[in-house]
């Protein structure tokens, strides 16, 4: 099978995967941390180090944001028309 015609730009792609992800992010991050105080959650999970409240959602920001990011990669992995994959493969 022909490669198709349309494929979009690597840049959309990447858009496509990364801005809902970090958006995702974002509202799990505001939903966890409206219950959990993350400077608790510190001293609870490394009682040795000192981390702050910042750190801790930055911690938890990025958390999420890798989570979701796999999430929205493996779903895009998953709808990728068999074409895409043949061509793919055929170039490699």
């Given at each position: 099978m022909s490669?198709?015609?349309?494929?979009l730009p690597l840049a959309a792609r990447v858009g496509a995967v990364a801005w809902p992800s970090f958006f995702a992010a974002g509202v799990a991050t505001m939903v966890f941390f409206a219950v959990v105080d993350p400077a608790r959650l510190a001293t609870?999970?490394?009682p040795t180090l000192?981390?702050?409240?910042g750190?801790?959602?930055t911690l938890g920001f990025f958390m999420f944001w890798?989570?979701?990011l796999a999430s929205s990669l493996f779903t895009s992995l998953l709808l990728k028309p068999r074409d895409d994959?043949?061509?793919?493969d055929e170039d490699a």
């Amino acid at each position: 099978m022909s490669a198709p015609t349309s494929r979009l730009p690597l840049a959309a792609r990447v858009g496509a995967v990364a801005w809902p992800s970090f958006f995702a992010a974002g509202v799990a991050t505001m939903v966890f941390f409206a219950v959990v105080d993350p400077a608790r959650l510190a001293t609870i999970t490394w009682p040795t180090l000192d981390v702050s409240r910042g750190v801790g959602y930055t911690l938890g920001f990025f958390m999420f944001w890798a989570c979701t990011l796999a999430s929205s990669l493996f779903t895009s992995l998953l709808l990728k028309p068999r074409d895409d994959v043949a061509a793919d493969d055929e170039d490699a």
